[in-house]
């Protein structure tokens, strides 16, 4: 602050000076004025630039959701395609911590392979819809749905693609910006066609 104030007296003083000099003179004085303002506005460019907050926030302040911050849970959706097999599953993610964040976009899937998340098999993914931020307050809850290429037939399934369907203990869900987290469905396993799942962002609102 003391510098500041010092470059504006100089440059005040300078152009007082300025008046009573002769014309060569007076055009130094007034060359030498703005540049030091031009110095001086610089350095309030930089101060600002260095005390400017870091880190990643949503229009409404909170910081983004750590991994820490989530807990989630899973289970089969109520409106699944046609055929055996999962068909579509809700992913939900509680805010456990002691303040609010804010998650956004769409998920990372993939299937654990044996249970282990060293093992995963990333699943090819369609996205759907737009995404938008979702504020979660402490205990508040956002959802994903996806939805997988359904498994034909009965107890003996098959893949309309002519592959064997495949069946894991879990799955490992990524959130950008927030971590993967590993979830079984609360009843039964994944059985999907093909290693592909759509995927919407995460809601506010609960998919049905």
């Known amino acids: 602050m003391r ?8 440059a005040a003083a300078l152009t007082a000076i300025a008046a009573t ?3 060569v003179a007076a055009q130094t004085a007034s060359a030498q004025t703005a540049s030091i ?3 001086s506005a610089r350095s309030a460019s930089a101060t600002s630039a260095e005390t400017a907050p870091t880190g990643t926030a949503s229009a409404s302040g909170a910081p983004a959701c750590t991994p820490e911050a989530l807990e989630a849970t899973a289970y089969q959706a109520a409106r699944r395609p046609p055929g055996a097999g999962t068909g579509a599953a809700i992913v939900e993610f509680t805010n456990v911590s002691a303040r ?3 998650v956004r ?3 990372t899937v993939a299937v654990a392979g044996n249970g282990s998340p060293e093992r995963n098999l ?5 996205r759907q819809g737009s995404a938008a931020p979702v504020r979660l307050a402490p205990g508040g809850r956002t959802w994903v749905k996806l939805t997988f290429v359904p498994v034909r037939g009965g107890a003996d399934g098959y893949c309309a693609s002519g592959t064997a369907p495949a069946m894991f203990p879990s799955l490992v869900v990524g959130l950008p910006g927030a971590g993967r987290h590993q979830v079984a469905l609360v009843e039964g396993e994944i059985i999907e066609c093909d290693h592909k799942v759509t995927v919407t962002a995460v ?3 609960r998919p049905s």
């Open 203 to 205: 809601s506010a609102t």
């Open 21 to 23: 000099l002769s014309p």
């Open 105 to 107: 976009g769409h998920p």
């Open 122 to 126: 990333p699943l090819k993914v369609t």
């Open 37 to 39: 303002r031009t110095a």
């Open 3 to 10: 510098d500041r104030h010092s470059t504006r007296v100089t």
């Open 100 to 102: 609010a964040c804010v």
